[in-house]
T-cell receptor
């Protein structure tokens, strides 16, 4: 079955690193995604990783994928107040584009 | 190039009323998806159109929800009659026939509040 889980809240100090974790159950995932939703805004694609990769780095963002444990993480280096948002992980399975999302992690960045 | 646009951005209606949400996909995108997020929960898939046809409507919660995409352009999602548990944010997304790794593009969402 399809089930994606995330912790609901994370609070960090400005300048620290943030790590948001996600677990999924469908081993046939092709791509895994991280989306960001700022207050009052839509879903913004932050980054994605192909299922045969184990790491992807994009500026301050690092995605780690452990396929054996079905664990995905997003590390944000030097977290800023502008990073405060809800972060959703999502998996895409099969040949289509249907996504299964997690519950979202509310990231709060404190000064 | 215009992105996916949704109307209205917010809607507050009373229980038992009808609401119609609209989604305009990116021009040329045959695939159109509806998702929704109820308070504090995951974003759930509702249905998928390919042009004007419903490819997958397995996520539609019940028969109070009706989605249409006449002519294969914009789509509407009607809730009739609305119930309190229908409150949430409704997202629309669209993609080309072969979406590529980035997948679909999402709209801003419509925040529906049923009181």
């Amino acid at each position: 079955g399809e089930d994606v889980e995330q912790s609901l809240f994370l609070s960090v100090r400005e300048g620290d690193s943030s790590v948001i974790n996600c677990t999924y159950t469908d081993s046939s995932s092709t791509y895994l995604y991280w989306y960001k939703q700022e207050p009052g805004a839509g879903l913004q694609l932050l980054t994605y990783i192909f299922s045969n990769m184990d790491m992807k780095q994009d500026q301050r963002l690092t995605v780690l994928l452990n396929k054996k444990d079905k664990h995905l993480s997003l590390r944000i280096a030097d977290t800023q107040t502008g990073d405060s948002a809800i972060y959703f992980c999502a998996e895409r399975t099969g040949g289509g584009n249907k996504l299964t999302f997690g519950t979202g992690t509310q990231l709060k960045v404190e000064l | 190039e215009a992105g996916v646009t949704q109307f209205p951005s917010h809607s507050v209606i009373e229980k038992g009323q009808t609401v119609t949400l609209r989604c305009d996909p990116i021009s040329g995108h045959d695939n159109l998806y509806w998702y929704r997020r109820v308070m504090g929960k995951e974003i759930k898939f509702l249905l998928h159109f390919v042009k004007e046809s419903k490819q997958d409507e397995s996520g539609m919660p019940n028969n109070r929800f009706l989605a249409e995409r006449t002519g294969g352009t914009y789509s509407t999602l009607k809730v009739q009659p609305a119930e309190l548990e229908d409150s949430g944010v409704y997202f629309c997304a669209s993609s080309q026939d072969q979406p590529g790794p980035k997948g679909a593009f999402f709209g801003q969402g419509t925040r529906l509040t049923v009181v």
